[in-house]
């Protein structure tokens, strides 16, 4: 994509959630076992050949990805959108809300 708009970057991450109040033991387990499996030489040579570089994180590290992610998300939509793009999801949301306002009348 940065070959046709110049500047133009795009980063993916994957990390597993856990419902709040998730105890610290089992946070804990969970994340030793995901690193231990993404740390495998096997894991990485795949992830390598699809290009992504894996990352291992605690729990402390996703959640500063998260609200980086969330930032950046934030801040790129105003870019995107003052190129005249819209979401299409909001179309669909407006599109719902005038047919339901239609139904009503």
Not at 15 to 21: E, N, R, S
Not at 25 to 31: P, S
Request: hydrophobic content about 35%; overall charge neutral; aromatic content about 4%.
């Amino acid at each position: 994509m940065a070959e046709t708009v110049p500047g133009y970057e795009a980063t993916i991450w994957l990390g597993v959630m856990a419902p709040k109040g998730t105890p610290k033991d089992v946070i804990a387990f969970l994340n030793r076992s995901i690193n231990k499996v993404i740390s495998l030489p096997a894991v990485k040579e795949v992830w390598l050949t699809q290009g992504a570089d894996p990352l291992v994180k605690d729990a402390g590290g996703i959640r500063c990805l998260s609200e980086e992610g969330h930032r950046e998300v934030a801040e790129g939509g105003q870019g995107v959108r003052s190129q005249g793009a819209v979401n299409p999801h909001d179309s669909l949301q407006r599109t719902q809300r005038t047919a339901q306002a239609g139904d009503r009348r």
